[in-house]
C-alpha cells in the first residue's frame, strides 16, 4: 500500500507533520495503480486466500479488478465483507447452470450499429469503451464481445457509425453512454462526444450510466460538472451502489458537485445474496442515498449472466423486502424493483 503523505519535498531526515498535505491520487493514478490479483487484495485487507475460495479460471475469464480506494472501505479480516463478495474471483463462478447464460438479456439481437444498442423506443445506448473501473462478478456484460462489436478509438472514425446511426433516426430522442464505463474516458473524450451528440438536432435527453463515482470518486471533476451542466441536452446520471458502505465522504461529496450543478442522480442497485439482501442493508442504503438527494431508482433483479449464479436472490423474496421497505421509508426513498427480460419492451415492473 503506497504511503498516505507525500515526501517529496521534504528533507530526508524529516517526518510529516499532522498537519502535512495529503497526496490524493488522480483518477487516472487510481486505475493505474488497482488490484489485479486477488492474492494481493487478500494480503491488503489480512485475509488469507485459501479461506475465501479463489478461482484462477474465473479470473482468466473475467480478470480481477479493483481500484485501491474501493478496497479501502472493506473491513479487514472479513472474508465475508459485502463490498468483497462483488469484486472477489471465487469458486462459486466455475458452477455451470444453463439458466445462466453469457447474453443474459439479449443485446446480441438488439445491435443497430457498431456500438449502438436499441432496446427501447426513444433511446439508445452508446457502448463507448469496453473498459470499467472495476469489475463486479455480476455483471451482466461480462462476456461482452466488445472488441467484435465496437468501433471506437482515436485511429478511426471515433464512435462515428453509432452517430450516424443516431442521426438518422430523428424517433431516437435521447442516448445513454455506457461501456464498459464512459467515465473512464478523458474528460477531453467527453466533451468531444457530447459535442457530437449535442450537433443532432433532434436529440433532447443524454443519460450517463456510471459506477466510476462510486468506486472512484474522484473522477467527478470541476471540469466535468461544468461541462455537463453547460450542455444543451438535458443530462442525467445514473450510479451504481449497491450497498451502504460504499458512499463514503467523497463519494457523497462527488455525488453533491453534481447535485449543486442542477444534474439530476439517480441509482441503480443490483439485489445479490450475501451483499444486499437484507431489509435493514438496503434501508441504509436507500437512505444515505436520498438524504444526498440521489433518488433510489431501480433494485435490479440479478441478470442471470454465466458465473454469477451464487448471488441470485428469489424474485419472492425481493418482494418481501420491498414490501418491507415500504414500511420503513418515504415512497421516494423505495426503488422500483425490476428485471429485464430479452425481447420485451419495457422493464418488467416486479414490485
Known sequence: ??????????????????????????????????????????????????EVGISVPAAKQFPLFV??????????????????????NV??????DAQF??????????????????KYAGRALMVVTGVCAVHCRYCFRRHFPYQSFQQIGAEVGRWQLALDAVRSDESIHEV????????????????ELLTMLENIPHLKRLRIHTRTPIVIPSRVTKTLVKRLASSRLAVWFVVHANHGNELGTEVLDSLGRLVAAGIPVLNQTVLLRGV???SEVLEELFTKLADASVLPYYLHQLDRVAGAAHFEVPIEVGKQLIEQLRTKLPGYAVPRYVQERPGELAKTILA
Open 101 to 118: 447464460k453469457v447474453d443474459p438479456v439479449g443485446e446480441s439481437q438488439v445491435g443497430i450499429a457498431p456500438g449502438l444498442l436499441q
Open 1 to 50: 500500500m503506497p504511503p498516505p503523505l507525500s515526501q517529496s519535498k521534504l528533507p530526508r531526515s524529516e517526518t510529516p507533520s499532522p498537519e502535512a498535505e495529503v497526496e490524493i491520487p488522480t483518477w487516472q493514478q487510481e486505475i493505474k495503480t488497482a488490484f489485479r490479483l486477488a492474492d494481493e487484495l487478500c494480503r491488503f485487507l489480512n485475509i488469507d486466500p485459501a
Open 91 to 96: 469458486v462459486q463462478e466455475e458452477v455451470s
Open 176 to 191: 445513454l453512454l455506457s461501456g464498459g464505463d464512459p467515465l473512464v474516458l478523458t474528460d477531453d473524450l467527453l466533451t
Open 67 to 88: 481500484p485501491r480506494g474501493f478496497a479501502r472501505r472493506m473491513e479487514s479480516g472479513n472474508p465475508d465483507d459485502p463490498l468483497l463478495r462483488q469484486v472477489l
Open 276 to 278: 444486499n439482501d437484507s
